[in-house]
């Protein structure tokens, strides 16, 4: 994590933009704030080459989703990381939320400190997932398919890696094996859960109590 990290918040609500920038700006670590009110300004700016070393965004925006904003982070910026900051506890949302690639979750009811918090973990390279996202995650643990509890002693310490939010190189390195090899058991790990991406993997594997990550109090 760099001394300072940069910050960039993508939602449509003046006063709260400003209302995060001086909450945000009194955390220890965090250099600039970036507001934008829209997807569009906000790739833009992604794209200009300005440094952003955390992505902020609400779910619902003017002229598309939070989602989609944070996939295009992912593929074209995929060492930014991304955080969902919104008041939209719908389960379809939660099952968005999980199958994007988010680094973490907050939503508008938590606390400044938990909110702080939260920034810093993730800026850092941790996951973060506030309280409220942990009980209705818990709601669809019932879909989780069984198999996913099967795991070969190879496939389960790739996972936890996975869940210290280490990336295929650098777990092949630790385990002493290539990189393909690891992504194959990544596979196999996504198709016993059920899973699209890393994100809905570990937080499927949490909810089984199958990993352990940075979560809110």
């Known amino acids: 994590m760099p001394e300072q990290y940069s910050i960039?918040?993508?939602?449509?609500?003046?006063?709260?933009?400003?209302g995060l920038k001086v909450c945000l700006q009194?955390?220890?670590g965090v250099g600039n704030v970036l507001l934008c009110t829209t997807m569009q300004n906000a790739m833009q700016l992604l794209d200009s080459g300005c440094h952003v070393d955390l992505c902020i965004v609400d779910l619902d925006l003017p002229d598309g989703s939070g989602i989609a904003l944070i996939?295009?982070?992912?593929r074209v910026l995929p060492e930014v990381r991304t955080m969902v900051y919104t008041s939209h506890e719908e389960?379809?949302?939660?099952?968005?939320?999980?199958?994007?690639?988010?680094d973490g979750v907050v939503f508008k009811s938590c606390g400044v400190e938990e909110l702080q918090m939260a920034v810093t973990n993730i800026a850092r390279g941790d996951n973060y997932f506030?309280?409220?996202?942990?009980q209705?995650?818990?709601?669809?643990?019932?879909?989780?398919?069984?198999?996913c509890g099967h795991l070969t002693t190879t496939e389960q310490n790739v996972?936890?890696?996975?869940?210290?939010?280490?990336?295929?190189?650098?777990?092949?390195?630790?385990?002493?094996?290539?990189?393909?090899?690891?992504?194959?058991?990544k596979a196999h790990l996504l198709s016993k859960f059920n899973a699209t991406n890393t994100t809905e993997l570990i937080i499927k594997?949490?909810?089984k109590g199958m990993v352990e990550f940075k979560l809110g109090q």
């Open 130 to 134: 506030c309280k409220r996202f942990q």
């Open 71 to 74: 996939e295009h982070v992912k």
């Open 205 to 207: 594997a949490f909810v």
């Open 91 to 102: 389960i379809w949302n939660i099952n968005a939320i999980m199958r994007s690639e988010a």
């Open 26 to 28: 009194r955390t220890p």
């Open 136 to 147: 209705l995650v818990r709601h669809i643990e019932m879909h989780i398919p069984d198999s």
């Open 159 to 185: 996972l936890q890696q996975l869940a210290r939010g280490l990336r295929a190189n650098e777990i092949a390195r630790i385990l002493n094996v290539s990189v393909n090899t690891i992504n194959t058991h």
């Open 8 to 18: 960039l918040i993508c939602d449509d609500h003046a006063i709260l933009l400003e």
